[in-house]
């Protein structure tokens, strides 16, 4: 551990254990214990969705809401340690520095930063941005938010599948800390730790920050070594004052740091005896279940980023209304290199190295009133980005030649070996194996965004509101691309050595024959090779949403709305050239909300039909002798229903269920294979939902125990036509892709009577699923290797906390 992040963890567990010593004296008992339920009604939940305060049963949305108490029954670190509870939400977060985010079945399938995602995550109000700075430790957090269904009005960009809002929590006007530690199998150590301190009657200051540390759950069966680790820290520093009666100011100071192995990868294709190479690609039936296989690695896997953001929110009240203007920074490097071949064998070798550069700036005035009858917002926003991006591609030459035998490029043994072997037998000393090997396509992005925006709810009667809004939204995007040339100085070298020698003409053969490209040689790429090409170019969208909501009774409300979302056009990084425009998603949507008071119970279900047009995807097209990522277009279209209950049954037990059905298909595609799979599924499951229980005893003067359980069930994957070539769902041998998931998490804790102290145990997966997350297909057709990336398995701990 470096000398940094040890003086973290120490001014973390002082924080967790020595805050007294500070002076700080205990918040009220109000916040300090926790509340008393009585058998009154439901608890209110307070939701800002709508960029208003409102309540959850009064917003015409389908939403969830995802509270500080189930993030501490789950022990979510995450957005990844969430989805399975949010119905409809899929969060690939294995790779926490590439992930990738699924709502409703609209997904962005591309890691390239000239195109955007389809599901915007947002921070306090701002956009959080794409790629390896959006995946960040929960630091903070008060609820999140999860808007199901395009919001391209209210949130803007990016929005065409739905918005993640998370909401962290301002410094208070009491001063008080709290920390928790947790500790778990596989050396787990997590401590968190947060001071609120209040300076004056109108000024606060808030300090938080978060170690998490694992050995991994996975070990190389022949080095011992720990893969799959955890290895972070974050901090947070916000400050919010009062100018006067009007005006309200927030600043907030973000910092996280990254540094652990990259996502492992075990091989799932057995590997004969030389000079036999493996086969995948004629017999993906004989895959290997990765659970019962050993993993041996020989990659030098890393995963790293250093993030920074500040944020400040200033409110002022201008007597008619209120103006609030939000300014933000962010900056992140990143860098994620995984393994994709599954081997420790230096011929089969081959690993995909993504590494980012992102700086953006948003600004943003926001106008907001209300009058007898009308609720309005309207404002202006501003958002820059600058961003770099490498795509690598690493092999060493005896993978090279693997890859020539494999395409009939070579005799037996390949190019470099024989060509070392015979060198040596004249005297001469070079050695042409294990050498590296590296590609690398290289893109930068400047964007620039502008909008203008508004809002209106007129409420016509007591019971009848009409809502409409529209957003107009100028995105413009200079890009380029440079496919650089192979890279290989050590076996550069060693050419130059024999060249020099006479060698190469001794036996016929020109030093050019060993100089050649292996990865990125779609014909585009190879007429470009060490060029810089640049493109730029502007899209302009109008975003409209009209809603009408009908209350029937205080406690039933029916509304409907059509709204429209969109995810800004853009460039495919890994083409040169292409470029595609912005992907529609029109929507309509009904619904019912529903409370039922004297029975402490309140359900929610809407049913919804979507249109995407133009969606971009990026594939890795296996069909070619060297596999290539290729850009397909498709439309598509799909129905479904959301549901969700909670029921406060008695005092002290209580429940919540929700679930998703979901029927998507492809309403228009014929993919670059040329197969049409016009109105087959897209491979989104149709079912998923999660329920919960609680109970907690009152115990009076010996406090309180909650007990808390939660299971997830996301259904299979629904083949297409497409599935079997890209191996994304189906049955391949012992892999089974895209099966039906299930989670089960479970929680006990204790509080004291006065909120003080409370430890708890947990157990994550205590069913113990694990599942096959990705395949690394790359060196599929040219090697005969495949590695398979599986789910986390059964975790445990204890945890303790603190309140001052």
Not at 3 to 20: D, H, I, T, W
Not at 93 to 121: C, K, M, W
Not at 374 to 391: H, K, P, R
Request: proline residues 4%; aromatic residues 12%; contains cysteine.
């Amino acid at each position: 551990m470096s000398p940094s992040k040890n003086r973290l963890a120490v001014a973390l567990a002082y924080a967790l254990f020595g805050c007294a010593t500070l002076g700080i004296v205990p918040a009220s008992a109000q916040e300090a214990a926790p509340a008393q339920r009585t058998a009154t009604d439901l608890d209110a939940i307070t939701v800002t969705a709508q960029s208003r305060e409102q309540e959850l049963q009064d917003v015409p949305i389908a939403l969830q809401v995802v509270d500080e108490r189930l993030l501490d029954d789950v022990a979510a670190e995450d957005l990844g340690d969430i989805d399975s509870f949010v119905p409809g939400l899929k969060v690939n977060s294995l790779q926490p520095t590439q992930p990738s985010f699924q709502l409703r079945g609209i997904e962005t399938d591309d890691f390239g930063i000239g195109t955007d995602p389809a599901v915007g995550v947002y921070v306090d109000g701002v956009y959080a941005g794409r790629g390896g700075g959006v995946l960040l430790p929960f630091t903070d957090v008060q609820r999140i938010e999860v808007l199901k269904g395009p919001q391209g009005t209210l949130f803007g960009r990016n929005t065409a599948a739905g918005a993640i809002s998370i909401i962290t929590n301002r410094p208070g006007d009491e001063t008080h800390a709290s920390g928790k530690l947790r500790l778990g199998n596989d050396n787990k150590t997590y401590v968190e730790g947060m001071a609120n301190i209040a300076v004056s009657e109108n000024s606060a200051f808030r300090f938080n920050g978060l170690f998490n540390h694992s050995d991994g759950w996975l070990h190389d069966a022949v080095t011992g070594e720990e893969l799959n680790p955890d290895n972070n820290w974050a901090t947070r520093a916000a400050f919010q004052t009062r100018f006067g009666d009007d005006t309200r100011a927030w600043i907030a100071w973000d910092h996280e740091s990254l540094d652990q192995k990259g996502q492992a990868t075990t091989g799932i294709v057995a590997v004969p005896v030389l000079p036999a190479l493996p086969t995948a690609p004629a017999d993906s039936d004989a895959f290997l279940d990765p659970l019962d296989v050993p993993t041996a690695s020989d990659a030098a896997n890393g995963e790293t980023r250093e993030f920074d953001g500040v944020t400040l929110i200033v409110d002022h009240n201008l007597g008619w209304g209120s103006l609030t203007s939000t300014t933000a920074w962010h900056q992140y490097d990143s860098l994620n290199r995984v393994e994709e071949d599954g081997t420790n064998l230096s011929y089969l070798y081959v690993d995909s190295t993504n590494t980012e550069s992102n700086e953006n700036f948003y600004q943003e005035f926001k106008f907001s009133g209300s009058t007898d009858h009308l609720d309005w917002i309207a404002g202006v926003s501003y958002f820059q980005e600058e961003a770099g991006q490498t795509s690598e591609v690493n092999v060493l030459t005896d993978s090279v030649d693997t890859l020539a035998q494999n395409l009939g490029l070579a005799p037996p043994g390949g190019l470099f070996g024989p060509v070392s072997d015979l060198a040596n037998f004249f005297g001469i000393p070079v050695n042409l194996r294990g050498l590296p090997w590296n590609e690398k396509f290289v893109n930068s992005l400047d964007t620039k965004a502008y909008a203008a925006f508004g809002d209106v709810i007129w409420r016509v009667s007591d019971k009848l509101n009409l809502t409409a809004g529209l957003r107009y939204t100028r995105d413009e995007k200079d890009f380029t691309w440079f496919n650089d040339l192979r890279s290989a100085p050590e076996l550069d070298a060693q050419l130059d050595l024999l060249d020099a020698l006479g060698f190469f003409d001794a036996i016929g053969l020109p030093k050019e024959t060993f100089v050649f490209d292996v990865a990125f040689v779609d014909p585009p790429a190879v007429m470009n090779k060490g060029v810089l090409n640049r493109a730029k170019k502007s899209w302009d969208d109008w975003s409209p949403r009209l809603v009408a909501d009908y209350h029937f009774t205080d406690d039933l409300m029916g509304f409907a709305s059509l709204a429209k979302g969109y995810k800004a056009g853009g460039f495919n990084a890994l083409q040169i050239g292409s470029e595609f425009e912005n992907e529609d998603v029109w929507n309509f949507e009904t619904g019912i909300k529903h409370a039922l008071p004297e029975y402490r119970l309140a359900y929610n279900a809407s049913a919804f039909y979507y249109v995407y047009s133009n969606r971009q995807a990026v594939t890795l097209d296996m069909s070619t002798s060297i596999p290539r990522f290729v850009v397909n277009t498709s439309d598509q279209e799909a129905w479904g229903v959301d549901f969700d209950l909670r029921w406060q049954a008695t005092d002290g037990l209580g429940f919540d269920f929700n679930a998703e059905y979901l029927d998507s298909s492809y309403k228009d595609y014929v993919n670059p294979q040329g197969v049409d799979l016009g109105g087959q599924p897209t491979g989104a499951p149709a079912w998923s939902f999660s329920a919960g229980a609680n109970y907690v005893w009152r115990l009076a003067e010996k406090g309180d125990v909650r007990a808390a359980m939660r299971y997830s069930y996301v259904g299979d994957c629904r083949e297409n036509d497409e599935s079997e070539t890209q191996l994304s769902c189906g049955r391949f041998g012992a892999i089974d892709m895209g099966e039906a998931q299930q989670i089960l998490d479970a929680r006990i804790g204790w509080t004291s009577p006065n909120g003080h102290w409370n430890w708890a145990v947990y157990g994550n997966n205590l069913l113990d699923n694990q599942y096959v997350n990705s395949l690394g297909t790359y060196g599929l057709t040219v090697l005969g290797t495949v590695g398979a990336r599986v789910t986390e398995p059964r975790s445990y701990g204890v945890e303790v906390g603190v309140k001052f």
